[in-house]
């Protein structure tokens, strides 16, 4: 459980920082001073911009829709990038394989040994 609550912290510090990038300093309102209104600013930035992330069919809400429309796109991008591979591995393989040429045996003339006399 304490795993759990680490990661989600993690995600939601994740998150401010990166829906607040623009800010140079803690000063996320830029009035001058870091204090409360800067938290408050950062989490409205925040929440925001995972609504706008979240949005994934663009109707300024966020619905069931949205996450039909977000798996779709994962499945289609899922399909082009399993297609991407599977081309690649074929011309990989295609590019390994060497024509197999036929082998030519030669005959090699048997040689008799003579026996010393003793």
Known sequence: ??????????????AMFYFNRS???LDVNSDGKVDLADAKTALVNTVSGVKKAADADGDGKVTVKDAK??????KES??????????KVATKTAAKAKP????????KPKTTRK???V
Not at 1 to 14: K, P, R, S, T
Not at 78 to 87: F, S
């Open 23 to 25: 800010s140079n300093s």
């Open 100 to 107: 197999k040429t036929a082998k030519v045996a030669t005959a």
């Open 1 to 14: 459980m304490e795993i759990i609550i680490a990661l989600i912290v993690v995600v939601v510090f994740g």
């Open 115 to 117: 026996k010393k006399e």
């Open 78 to 87: 899922a399909a082009k990038t399993v297609a991407k591979a599977k081309t």
């Open 69 to 74: 429309a977000a798996a779709k796109k994962v």
